[in-house]
């Protein structure tokens, strides 16, 4: 694979989230405006997150391209391995704030599969290739196979574990699966939902602003949430979900949408919920949208 084409890749990743970051307003979450319902992170804390990582995607896309005869398993294991260094530098530039742990995680499966589909598909030419949709469902299908024993890995006999993680709970006292569980279903958020859903919202919407608000608007009324259940229960994020869904169907202008997300900011900051895992996805959909071309 060309250093051109690494740089092409790596860089929409990194677009994806800065873009995701800088998108505003967002409900709860940080954007340019504000801090959103945090506490201890800024938009300053993001960029500076964003930054850290970039250099590991370039990583994580070369192993899955110089892997191809490795077994999907022994990829995933260098990949989390890798996927485990860049967080602990992330942590050190944030000073322990978890700004992109989970999408650090999904981004390191991505470019790691995309990397595997390259090779596969003897794609290494020195120009840049313009994905299409097709390719965009191949790479989660070989983000599937990276990830087919990741969720019997970690979440087994968690009931004898001490110290469980914030996701090992979710899982053992609700089922949510979440990363881990897209992951190794292919990512069906993204590839049955949410760009199906964006690449017809860009036909339709004049501002990409706007139109990447909406996608954020329709992940939430959908997504399996953990930071929102973190911070409010299982019925703060059905209380979302359906607030999400209620603003989605009235269809607003550019300008409408920008105040409702606004004033639903203010809102979800007094009851001090973030809907992250949304963020997370709006992320991931926008990487695959700069692949496509689409934005």
Request: aromatic fraction near 10%.
């Amino acid at each position: 694979m060309t250093k051109k084409l690494i740089a092409s890749i790596s860089q929409a990743a990194l677009k994806s989230l800065l873009y995701e970051v800088s998108l505003s307003p967002k409900p709860g979450l940080v954007d340019r405006f504000d801090d959103g319902a945090h506490k201890d992170m800024t938009f300053q804390t993001f960029i500076d997150s964003a930054l850290v990582l970039a250099p590991f995607f370039e990583t994580y896309l070369s192993i899955g391209f110089d892997t191809i005869a490795q077994p999907s398993q022994e990829v995933f294991k260098q990949l989390r391995q890798e996927g485990i260094v860049a967080e602990k530098a992330m942590f050190t530039v944030t000073k322990g704030i978890n700004t992109h742990k989970g999408v650090n995680f999904s981004l390191a499966v991505i470019l790691g599969a995309t990397g595997r589909w390259l090779a596969q598909n003897k794609i290494n030419r020195d120009r840049s290739y313009r994905f299409s949709p097709e390719d965009s469902l191949a790479i989660c299908q070989v983000a599937s196979e990276l990830c087919s024993e990741v969720l019997a890995m970690d979440l087994n006999d968690l009931e004898t574990k001490e110290n469980l993680s914030y996701g090992e709970r979710l899982y053992l006292d609700y089922g949510i699966t979440g990363p881990r569980g897209e992951a190794s279903a292919g990512f069906p958020s993204i590839t049955q939902k949410a760009i199906p859903y964006f690449r017809e919202t860009l036909k339709n919407k004049s501002h990409q602003e706007s139109a990447q608000l909406q996608l954020l608007l329709y992940l939430m009324t959908f997504v399996e949430d953990g930071n929102l259940i973190h911070r409010g229960g299982i019925e703060a994020w059905q209380k979302v979900k359906k607030e999400a869904a209620q603003l989605l169907k009235q269809n607003l202008s550019e300008a409408s949408l920008k105040k409702a997300m606004s004033d639903y900011n203010r809102i979800l900051v007094s009851r001090h919920l973030s809907p992250g895992g949304s963020a997370d996805l709006l992320a991931l959909t926008l990487f695959f949208a700069f692949l496509e071309e689409l934005i």
